[in-house]
């Protein structure tokens, strides 16, 4: 094969999460096994020490998400991944890494639960915990992959947005994505775009820790580059110190938001197919999205005319896309791996201006083709 030639790779999401993190830059991993994830720990407990980073193996999911905080303090680029009931007790230092703007990726391959469920089994059904899972008002971010090949490049993305924005991002993988294998091509180095957190233009003696940019995300020091300053998880001003009154928590907390809500025109993606001349639009993420795709092609060859839009960032939830949907299509149809957590989300914003029909498995079963088809021909 010469040296200009794409060569495909089989793996599966899982790995590909691996690559792509090792493109993104990580040095940092902190983690404990969990099913369907464990593949992603195995797979930097092997590489990172090859390219001078750091593995541990906690001894819990909360200790993880701490670990993670710390080392990305340092300097380090930092991942940890689990599934439900580990993702479960990682949202009190989620939380804690939103308030102290700490950039992290959080890897969430989704299983079937509540509880201890079925761990071998895929759901879609953590998508309002990548959200609301941790208390009080923040920011979210969360990416949703349907393919082996976005496993990779939506990593790298996760990363470069934890370090632009100064947030922790979750990619919500699931069971399907995380286990399936399929040819992916792994980019070449200059054939992808790397971000790394703005640094102080400041001596130590003039650095404000919180004090923001414009863009409401402060530049980040480094622990152990003689720039002190202190992190805490309660309301705190500029200095990094704590402050009892109301409006220094107003000020942080719309801050911490806002960084996010201004800037949707570089964190939302969304893709939509057949959607010019489309009467009736499926609203599908992940691998319901593929059988979506399926379904589409052939209520076209019916003669109905169907599209479909796929929100690619959960969080932010792409609202205008879903409203610009409402407004051309008669009805909406939403499978989904849960009993209607995005469904939720699409009648919010259809304001009513299309009907918006759920089609809905908790079997641990994926969604098929078949019966998004029979659902449009119902519906339609």
Partial sequence: MGKNEIEAVLMSGNEACVEGALLA?????????????????????ERLPRVGGKFIQMEDEIASMAAVAGASLTGAKAMTATSGPGFSLKQENIGFAAATEIPCVVVNVQRFGPSTGLPTSPSQADIMQARWGTHGDH??????????????TLTITAFNLAEEFRTPVILLMDEIIGHMREGIVIPRKGEYVIKNRAKPTVSPK??????????????????????????????????????????????????????????????????????????????????????????????????????????????PFPEEAIKAAAQKVDAIIVPE????????????????????????????????????????QEVK
């Avoid at 830059?25 to 407990?45: D, K, Q, R, V, W």
């Avoid at 079963?365 to 998004?372: A, G, K, S």
């Fill in 337 to 376: 791996l849960n009993l209607g957590q995005i469904a939720l989300e699409v009648e919010r914003n259809a304001c009513g201006n299309a009907t918006v029909h759920r089609l809905n498995r908790v079997d641990a079963e994926l969604i098929t083709p078949d019966e998004i088809l029979a659902k449009i």
């Fill in 139 to 152: 920011p979210a971010i969360a990416l949703m992959p349907a393919s082996v090949q976005e496993s990779l």
């Fill in 206 to 315: 003039e650095y404000l820790p919180y004090g923001a940019e414009p863009d409401g995300v402060p530049p980040m020091a480094n622990f152990g580059d003689g720039y002190r300053y202190h992190v805490t998880g309660l309301i705190h001003d500029e200095t990094g110190f704590p402050r009892g009154r109301g409006s220094d928590g107003d000020y942080l907390v719309r801050r911490l938001v806002n960084k996010v809500m201004s800037r949707l025109d570089q964190i939302l993606m969304v893709e939509e197919v057949e959607m010019e001349d489309a009467r009736l639009a499926l609203v599908a993420c992940g691998p319901v999205a593929r059988s979506a795709k399926r379904a589409l092609i052939l209520a076209r060859e019916q003669g109905i005319k169907v599209g479909l839009v796929r929100p690619i960032t959960i969080w």
């Fill in 25 to 45: 830059g990580i040095n940092f991993f902190a983690g404990y096994p969990i099913t369907p994830s464990t593949e992603i720990a195995e797979g930097l407990a």
